[in-house]
């Protein structure tokens, strides 16, 4: 234990830039204390900046200190090493297998306490008190035990190397300098290590600016993060409460309509029931009737036969049934139509509106530039027939639209375009999409909303503000949007390519053959999911081709 105390002494009267016990102490106006020499070889190397530093707290001082010796620190240390114990050394102290040995012990080595660069060897304590108390071995280097003092030694040489040669970025000794090196730029050993040591204190400043930043954007993610589990634990609950009002108001109007129904029901049940009662009595009165006049035709007098005839054979008025209509299970259409509708209309917009919610936002990506790139963003798009104009013949898996001279037996629908040959894809259009279109005739290629009007003239695409347009003439094109016409220059082709990118606005029309030439580019903001839309003129096709 009295060992261990002397260790501490030790450490705590030893010089923290040449980690040996102090040598003409001198305390500086922070309160550290270090060799004299030590000290003044660090602040030679600040010389130029004019700032001086404490090599442990940093603190910074202008002027450069006038340096004093510290008489008390420095007979604090002479006591210490004249009152170094002796005694025997317990077994922990003696060398193991990792442990560096003295060079000196023989027999059973004990622990090296200090190695000397000078003299390439490493002392136990015993074998150490000699560096202290010799003049000539007190200039030596004294550091902590290593196992590479060999590294020290010139191979070729076997001199200490104490020089550096910038030339070839190397450890040289003195006779290196002088032959190999001869004519190189070479400085002592320590003026590198200053010269590195200022370096390598920059380097920690920078890499714990670095770490103090990456600490604050840990933190800021941190808050990020929680912020992002408060705002989705919000964003369920809303959805929640919004989907079981929804689910509410579903079952609210289910039950509506069943009552609807039901007293729709009653009601044409009593006006049955009531003209049957009618009827009933009406045959009833004309049975009697019938038997009256069957025998007054078997009476034989005929003057009461003709006295009784005027009285019995008047009828009464016959009962209205003109408003008896049998239409077998199709009393109620109308409002099994509407339901259906209805359904359809929110399928349609859970499917559109969830579509928005399930994509998440991807990393901006630059636009493509080749057709092969373009074919990476190619959707699969099908007309819808409930969309197609009366006039319009769709085929090849609705994909194809003809312009046709007869109405087609397509059923009553709400989605209709009654009054533009035109139809609507069936499939609705977000994030990125590229299709191409073969038209023969002249025909437009356009993108529209869904709930863009069906009928008068602003339900045609582009002459409203819910649909983008690019007409395709024999020889020339035509942009159309908002009722405004812009004539669009580029190479005729009957392939139209168009390319949407709904996030970023962005919507493209190219002349597609060998090569892809731009139209017409179009930078906005849309605010719903959009569908594509084909209008075809007489005798004209458009088809959306297969691009897989």
Request: aromatic share 6%; with cysteine.
């Amino acid at each position: 234990m009295a060992q261990e105390g002397v260790q501490l002494d030790r450490e705590t009267f030893s010089c923290s830039i040449c980690l040996d016990l102090l040598k003409d102490p001198v305390t500086i106006s922070c309160g550290h204390s270090y060799c004299m020499s030590c000290i003044k070889s660090h602040w030679d190397g600040e010389d130029q900046r004019k700032i001086y530093s404490c090599p442990q707290c940093r603190q910074t001082f202008t002027p450069r200190p006038v340096l004093k010796k510290n008489i008390m620190l420095a007979a604090l240390v002479e006591q210490l090493k004249k009152t170094r114990l002796q005694a025997a050394p317990a077994d922990h102290c003696y060398a193991g297998p990792e442990d560096v040995a003295c060079d000196v012990c023989t027999g059973r080595k004990l622990k090296a306490f200090k190695s000397c660069l000078t003299c390439s060897a490493s002392y136990c304590e015993n074998h150490l008190q000699s560096h202290y108390d010799a003049a000539p071995l007190k200039k030596h280097k004294l550091v902590e035990p290593s196992e590479k003092l060999q590294e020290n030694i010139c191979s070729r040489h076997d001199e200490v190397m104490k020089i550096f040669c910038r030339t070839d970025q190397q450890i040289i000794c003195y006779l290196c300098s002088v032959e190999d090196h001869k004519g190189h730029n070479t400085v002592s050993a320590a003026a590198e290590r200053t010269e590195r040591q200022r370096e390598l204190e920059v380097s920690r400043l920078n890499i714990q600016q670095r770490i103090q930043d990456r600490e604050k954007d840990v933190k800021l993610l941190q808050q990020e993060g929680e912020a992002i589990s408060l705002s989705a634990d919000k964003a369920v609950e809303d959805s929640e409460k919004s989907f079981t009002q929804l689910i509410c108001l579903l079952q609210k109007r289910s039950s509506d309509v069943k009552q609807q129904i039901r007293s729709q029901q009653e009601t044409e049940v009593s006006r049955v029931k009531e003209l049957q009662e009618k009827l009933q009595q009406e045959i009833t009165e004309l049975q009697r009737k019938d038997a009256e006049l069957k025998q007054l035709s078997h009476t034989e007098d005929h003057n009461q036969f003709l006295h009784n005839y005027p009285s019995v054979s008047q009828l009464s008025e016959p009962t209205d049934s003109s408003s008896i209509n049998i239409r077998p299970l199709r009393y109620f259409e109308d409002v099994t139509a509407a339901v259906s509708e209805l359904r359809d209309k929110l399928q349609d917009i859970l499917r559109d509106e969830w579509t928005n919610i399930s994509q998440p936002e991807p990393e901006p990506e630059p636009e493509p530039k080749t057709r092969a790139e373009f074919l990476k963003y190619s959707r699969e798009i099908t007309l819808d027939p409930n969309t197609a104009n009366m006039y319009l013949l769709l085929s090849e898996g609705n994909r194809k639209a003809e312009r046709m001279s007869q109405e087609q037996s397509y059923p009553r629908h709400p989605d209709r375009f009654t009054s533009w040959c035109q139809v609507q894809s069936k499939e609705s259009l977000t994030g990125r999409c590229y299709w191409e279109v073969e038209q023969r005739g002249g025909a437009e290629v356009a993108v529209a909303y869904k709930n863009i009007s069906r009928a008068g003239r602003e339900s045609g695409f582009g002459f409203n503000n819910k649909s983008w347009s690019l007409v395709c003439h024999t020889d020339s094109y035509t942009f159309l949007f908002n009722d405004v016409r812009t004539p669009v220059s580029g190479p005729g082709s009957s392939r139209v390519g168009v390319y949407l990118d709904h996030r970023a606005g962005i919507l493209s029309f190219y002349s597609v053959s060998e090569t892809m030439t731009l139209l017409h580019r179009v930078q906005t903001t849309f605010t719903q999911p959009l569908y594509a839309g084909l209008w075809v003129g007489n005798e004209s096709t458009a088809e959306l081709c297969k691009l897989k």
